[in-house]
């Protein structure tokens, strides 16, 4: 039986356009019910330390209103433990962040910091938060994960998305490879970041990959056909590729 592939829907970028203007419209929260209403399975958002989209009040309500499974991106800091364990979100994905950038460049470099983020990653487990790495397709960074304790990662897809041709082409061999080898250590994998209606359905197709996690591009669609029928389709493009 080919297993179902679970959509997340980032909502960042509905408190980006908020936040240009400041107010309250348009709602995050409101997207996070749309979003479930189109088929998500799941809402991710970052709160990111310099709360460039995302807010704490934002993140307040999510685990409080929806009842969706909630991914809270965050970084590796103590200020981000602290509130993921008084939110206790279904899952915390561990990101790299650096202040000058537009958006999450690249993966956590897990491999040198071992000794760091294991008792982060414990702490979060133990409260009974699903953690996940987000990381680029090598396998250093899977067996480092696998080591610090996380049950899953996530796969930087922006530079498969970003690439063409052939360059494309050995971007996606090192996804299909680091997905594989991430079922033979026994992590669940997902993969996100940069996703589109037109890069989405190979990575769909790779069966050990258990979730997307797709924003951006959602809410930028958004403005031509409206946030639903933006995520109905990319739901019908990955269960069109995953059936397959």
């Known amino acids: 039986m080919t297993r179902r592939l679970r959509l997340g829907v980032n909502i960042d970028h509905v408190a980006t356009i908020r936040n240009a203007r400041g107010g309250h419209h348009p709602d995050p929260v409101r997207a996070a019910h749309t979003a479930a209403a189109a ?3 799941g809402i991710t958002a970052h709160l990111r330390e310099d ?3 995302i807010s704490d009040r934002d993140m307040e309500r999510l685990a409080n209103e929806i009842a969706l499974p909630l991914n809270f991106e965050m970084a590796a800091t103590e200020e981000m433990v602290a509130i993921a364990l008084r939110h206790r979100p279904h899952a915390a994905c561990i990101v790299p ?7 999450t460049e690249g993966g956590l470099d897990v491999a040198g910091h071992v000794e760091t983020l294991r008792p982060l990653v414990g702490r979060l487990v133990e409260a009974g938060i699903r953690v996940s790495m987000f990381i680029v397709a090598d396998p250093r960074q899977l067996d480092a994960s696998k080591a610090i304790g ?3 990662v996530e796969l930087h897809t922006g530079a498969y998305c970003d690439a063409e041709g052939e360059a494309r082409d050995r971007e996606f061999a090192r996804i299909l490879a680091a997905a594989a080898h991430a079922e033979a250590i026994g992590l669940e994998c997902h993969a996100g970041h940069g996703l589109s ?3 989405v359905k190979p990575v769909a197709a790779i069966a050990t990959i258990a979730e997307l996690n797709i924003g951006h591009f959602l809410v930028g669609e958004a403005i031509f056909i409206g946030f639903e029928a933006s995520i109905r389709h990319m739901r019908a493009l990955m269960d069109e590729a995953r059936n397959r």
């Not at 962040?97 to 958006?103: A, F, K, L, N, V």
């Open 150 to 152: 996380a049950p899953v």
């Open 51 to 53: 709360r460039r989209h």
């Open 197 to 199: 209606y037109d890069t």
């Open 39 to 41: 088929g998500a399975d």
């Open 97 to 103: 962040e650096r202040r000058e950038e537009r958006t």
